[in-house]
C-alpha cells in the first residue's frame, strides 16, 4: 500500500523511483542475508576517510560569533589549535579581542576580525559582505554568540524578549544562511555549527525566552539540514547543559539555583568549557561527514534524567 502513495512534494519522477525502490526493497527484505556483503553497502563510491584525517581540520578556515565569552573562547581556541584559521565576528569594541587574537596566532593561524551587532540582521549580513570581500573562502562556521536575559515571564520587556530572539536566533539564522548561500555560491562543502543549549529540550523557570530561542536554533539546524545535505555541507548544533562562564556567573552564585543544578546532574558538578571541544571537533571535522541535522547534548547527563 505505501509504495502506491505519493508524496506531493516530490516531482513525478522522484515519486516514481521512490515506488520502484520501496517495491525492490519490501521484495527483497526476505532475501536479505547478514553474512554477505552487497554492493550498495559501498554507501555510493564514498571513499573512508583514512584514520589520521578523521578528526583533521588543518589548513581549513572558520567563521566565528562569539569567541570572547567562556564557552565561545575555548571552542574557538580549539579550532585554532587544531590548525584552522579564524574570522572572528564580534561587538564592536570587545575587550577581549586583542588577547583573543594574541592566543589563536600562538598557534601559528591567520585571525581576521569584523565589528558587528549579530542582533540586527542588515549590519549582519552586510558583515558577511565585507568578509567574503575580504577574500575569505569559508569551511567552519561556528554559531556561538549568544544572550540571556534572566527573569519570571511577568517581568519580561518587549526589549527583553526583542534583544534575545534577535541575537540568539535571527542573529543565528541568518549567519547560517549567509554561510550557507556563500558555500552554494562557490561550490564549496562545509559545516556549520550552531550552539543551542539543553534548555531547548529541558526549560526552566525564569529563562523563557533562551529556552524558545535555543529550542527554535535546533529546529533550523534540522530544517537546513534537509535543504543542504545534498550540496555536501553539514548543519548541527552542540547543546550544552550548564558550563561555567561569564553568562551563568549569576546562577552559580545564587544558592538555590547551584544546588539545583548539581542534584539534577548525575555528574554532580558544572561542565567547564573545555569539555564542548570533543564534540566540536567531531562536528567540524569529517569525522561527520554522514551526521547532520542532529544537536549532540553536552550535559553531564541531566538530559537523561
Ligand atoms: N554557559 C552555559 O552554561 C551555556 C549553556 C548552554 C548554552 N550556552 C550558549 O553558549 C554560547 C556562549 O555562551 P557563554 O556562556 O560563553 O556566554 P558569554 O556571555 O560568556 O559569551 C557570549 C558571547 O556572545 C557575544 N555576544 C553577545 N551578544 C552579542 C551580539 N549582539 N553581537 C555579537 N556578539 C554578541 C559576547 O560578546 C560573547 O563573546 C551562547 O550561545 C549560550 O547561549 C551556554
Known sequence: MATAVRHRLLPVAVNHSFALNSARFNSSLSKFDRTKTYPNEKANGYQPIPLPDLFSIQGKTAICTGITGGLGKSLGLTLAEAGANIVSIQLPGDPELGALEKEVRSFGQKFHHFDC?????VALRKCFTEIWTAGVAPDILLNCAGTNRHGPLETLTDEDINVVIDVNLKGSFVAAQEMAKQLLRNQRPGKIINIGSMTAYQAVWNTSTYAATKAGVVQFTKA????LAGRNIQVNCICPGYFTTPMTATLAQ?????????????AGRWGDPSELRGALLFLASPASNFVTGSSVVVDGGMLGM
Not at 117 to 121: A, H
Not at 254 to 266: S, V
Open 117 to 121: 551587532n549579530i542582533g540586527d540582521s
Open 224 to 227: 537546513f539540514s534537509n535543504e
Open 254 to 266: 545564587h544558592q538555590e539555583y547551584n544546588d539545583f543544578i548539581l542534584d539534577r546532574t548525575p
